[in-house]
């Protein structure tokens, strides 16, 4: 159950050399993991896996945990986690966050606001490596404990939901919905690690 450390840094800085070997090696880490990966962007420096339960104390044979006491909240709820990496120019100018931001959608390839992004694979100076791994726990609407039944819990269904119209079966019963609840920083300064350790780094938590 102790698999998960907090010894690890809470981010990389690498040179432009290292770039593309930290870039595969958090991948790999992903994918060890065992986590899908759906966006791999190698020029914007993202990775993006797909979520996946949370083991508990019923799953002995995972190892994504801190401790018992993260696989016993794991148990008593349905929770599942997804992880984003971000590599960026250490020097990169952030947008400042206004009251009444304009949103102006993606840029086109190509246009002004494109060629005046960084691309990872031409950045020269140094590197950073962000890793964001977020938990997110299950939730049905009017789910309630029931100690007098037999699942020890009870759900109340709402019979003005509608369904969508090309729903497969008239159950009226919601499927899970999920709630953000934090994010798990020792897996963070693990995959964090992990990387470093495939670099050869000497790194302080």
Request: charge should be negative; include cysteine.
């Amino acid at each position: 159950m102790g698999a998960l450390t907090s010894e690890g840094p809470e981010k990389l800085t690498i040179t432009p050399a290292q770039y593309r070997d930290a870039f595969d090696a958090a991948t790999r880490a992903m994918r060890e993991m065992g986590y899908k990966i759906v966006v791999v962007d190698r020029s914007n420096g993202i990775i993006e896996t797909d979520t996946r339960h949370a083991g508990g104390l019923l799953e002995p044979w995972r190892f994504d945990n801190d401790g018992p006491s993260e696989a016993l909240a794991n148990t008593g709820s349905n929770r599942r986690r997804r992880i984003r990496v971000e590599f960026t120019p250490a020097d990169a100018p952030m947008d400042a966050v206004t009251a009444d931001p304009v949103l102006h959608g993606p840029a086109i390839p190509g246009s002004s606001r494109a060629q005046a992004r960084f691309d990872m694979q031409t950045c020269t100076g140094p590197i950073e490596m962000d890793v964001w791994v977020y938990i997110e726990r299950s939730f049905i609407e009017g789910s309630k404990p029931a100690p007098y039944s037999g699942s020890l819990s009870s759900v109340w269904t709402n019979r003005l939901n509608a369904k969508p119209a090309d729903a497969t079966d008239d159950s009226i019963r919601e499927n899970p919905q999920w709630t953000p609840m934090g994010r798990d920083d020792d897996y963070e300064r693990t995959l964090a690690l992990r990387v470093s350790q495939s670099l050869n780094m000497a790194v302080a938590p």
